[in-house]
C-alpha cells in the first residue's frame, strides 16, 4: 500500500467516525469536572521575572478557560 493510499484510508475512517457521532458525543458530555487550583502564591511574588498582569492573564484567563471550556 502506497503512503498516499494510507493516508486516504486513514482519513476516509477518521471521517466515517466523525459523522456517526457516537465518538463526538462522549467527548460533549465529560464524567466529571474539574477545578482549577489557585496559585500557592501571589500574583506579584514573581514581579523580577513576571508581571502580576502576565500571571493574571495566563493563568487567570488562559489557563482557567481549559476548565471553564
Known sequence: M?????????????????????????????MYMLQQTPLPYKPDALAPLFSELQVETHYGKHHAAYYNA
Open 2 to 30: 502506497k503512503r498516499r493510499e494510507f493516508l486516504s484510508t486513514i482519513g476516509a475512517t477518521a471521517a466515517g467516525l466523525a459523522l456517526t457521532g457516537t465518538q463526538s458525543a462522549a467527548l460533549a458530555q465529560p
